[in-house]
């Protein structure tokens, strides 16, 4: 997913911003810091940790636990979410609750219902699912530099084979490949 379509989904700068702040917030945190679905189902309140501009992200899916970045963003949209609630009813201990039952985690179904739903407001097919946030993250970290290792550590991966799926999405390719020689010549003049 490039980023314009992921800027598409998540920006209110668009004519048509994803109406529901939950479902705003939630894809903001599946994006800027390649969680999985249930990663973010499962956030408490206390594993945001603005001050370190990280979260905690508890027993994912190979049991183990780590960080993830907190982007300035996603914190923004956060506290957007947080404060919309009346202050009595803000949450406390899961970040994102069902709306009947405030002491469980939001169902699996829901957000990937409501990106359905904005996708046919934008008029496009259906092709993006809560995953594909996760990929498009890892992708555009490579794209923009960043060694798989750090992606592989961001994304909780347990092999480097998993992350590797990401230079294969890549756009960049070997196309931005410039020949050690050249660098070394002091030839290299920006081009592709």
């Known amino acids: 997913m490039s980023p314009g379509r992921n800027s598409a989904i998540l920006s209110a700068g668009y004519r048509k911003p994803v109406p529901d702040l939950k479902v705003k917030a939630f894809v903001t945190l599946l994006y800027s810091a390649g969680l999985r679905s249930c990663e973010v189902r499962n956030l408490k309140c206390p594993d945001i940790e603005h001050s370190n501009k990280r979260i905690f992200i508890r027993q994912a899916k190979n049991r183990s636990s ?46 990937p219902h409501h990106i359905a739903l904005h996708e046919k407001r934008l008029g496009w097919e259906h092709r993006i699912s809560c995953h594909t946030f996760r990929h498009a993250f890892g992708t555009h970290l490579y794209e923009n530099g960043t060694d798989l290792l750090t992606i592989k550590a961001l994304l909780g991966h347990k092999s480097i084979t998993s992350t590797t799926i990401y230079v294969h999405l890549a756009s960049n390719g070997t196309t931005c490949a410039v020949s050690p020689l050249d660098r070394l010549a002091g030839e290299y003049r920006g081009r592709v």
């Open 66 to 111: 780590r960080y993830a970045i907190l982007s300035d963003t996603a914190w923004d949209t956060i506290l957007e979410y947080w404060y919309s609630f009346p202050a009595g009813a803000r949450p406390r201990d899961w970040l994102f609750t069902q709306q009947r039952d405030k002491t469980r985690p939001l169902n699996h179904e829901h957000i």
